[in-house]
């Protein structure tokens, strides 16, 4: 056990006895702090933060009885103090009375110094033990968040990955259709990938991925809006509360976030360096349809980006899946 000094609380109304109690923890090498009630008991409490209470049964306005109920309440489970009983009440009915209080021990007076360290170096062994179990808890909880916080990235890219996009799009979907709020999606995708993989390797493909994930985080201007891998070269980011003109002026800002770092790719049709090209849809979420609708009208925006030339941004609006407009986004 560890050799430490504990702070003990003495809760008596009688001057005497409270003096006593108080040497005989003072020369056990613990600091002592006092009250005369059980009204003063809990302000000591709440002030001093004891590690171990003696508190007397029997005083006026505030017996040790309520005393402890009140102070078990104001713990909330959260924290334990050990609360040791000093009466010169001895029934088993006193006894039991003080455990379902909430005291821990239970001492009948006058109490000897040797049993009284005694008992205090068991509550301190207690202590240290719950202490040291808080402590473990509290690592494995902190463990357990950063485990689900890893779960939920992209080990490449380190944005969101596609379990927390399912997530997330469930999620939005329903906050949107409960105030009737316009919900888009940008699916995006890096134009001739398979080609600047071929050519200049995984690695540099893997490095250029992250580039632009990173490119376009940062473009990503709102706390609301998200960005995540979808798969492979594939990304895709959900506007809450973003009608189509919103949806297609922020992925036309995330095309330009990619051409905007001018990375080589000589292997492309189009401009020598990466492009994206991105397919918005948007639609008022309700609870007939499903958030696969909006995938799916993104998806098809996606491949009509990618056969008008690759590096442009198409959208639509969708009506009960309906198509209502379809806006493309040429190229600059």
Not at 60 to 89: N, Q, V
Not at 101 to 114: Q, R, T
Request: hydrophobic content about 40%; some cysteine; aromatic content about 4%.
């Amino acid at each position: 056990m560890r050799d430490i000094i504990v702070k003990i609380a003495i809760v008596d109304d009688t001057l005497s006895n409270l003096l006593i109690v108080r040497k005989h923890v003072e020369l056990l090498g613990h600091t002592a702090v006092t009250a005369r009630d059980g009204g003063e008991a809990l302000e000591v409490f709440e002030k001093e933060k004891p590690d171990l209470i003696l508190m007397d049964v029997v005083m006026p306005e505030m017996d040790g009885y309520a005393a402890a109920r009140r102070i078990r309440a104001l713990e909330d489970g959260a924290h334990w103090t050990p609360i040791i009983f000093l009466t010169g009440m001895g029934s088993e009915e006193d006894l039991k009375c003080g455990i379902e209080a909430g005291g821990d021990d239970y001492l009948i007076k006058p109490v000897s110094p040797v049993v009284l360290g005694a008992k205090i170096k068991a509550m301190q062994r207690l202590l240290d033990m719950r202490k040291t179990l808080v402590e473990a808890t509290q690592k494995l909880d902190s463990a357990n968040q950063e485990l689900q916080r890893l779960s939920a990235l992209d080990g490449l890219t380190g944005i969101p990955n596609r379990r927390r996009f399912d997530e997330a799009v469930q999620t939005e979907w329903r906050r949107n259709a409960r105030v009737a709020s316009p919900l888009s999606l940008a699916m995006i995708d890096v134009d001739c990938f398979k080609q600047f993989n071929d050519h200049y390797g995984h690695l540099a493909g893997d490095d250029c991925l992250r580039k632009i994930a990173t490119a376009m985080q940062s473009a990503l201007k709102r706390p609301g809006d998200m960005l995540a891998r979808y798969g492979g070269e594939e990304f895709v980011a959900i506007l809450p509360a973003t009608p189509i003109s919103g949806g297609l002026l922020i992925a036309q800002n995330l095309r330009d976030s990619v051409r905007e770092m001018r990375i080589a790719h000589e292997f492309t049709d189009g401009e020598k360096i990466v492009t994206v090209s991105i397919g918005v849809a948007a639609i008022t979420p309700d609870y007939v349809l499903t958030p696969a609708a909006l995938i799916e009208a993104a998806d098809e925006m996606l491949y009509k980006a990618k056969t008008s030339g690759r590096n442009q941004v198409h959208g639509k609006r969708c009506d009960n899946s309906a198509v209502v407009s379809c806006l493309p986004r040429e190229a600059a």
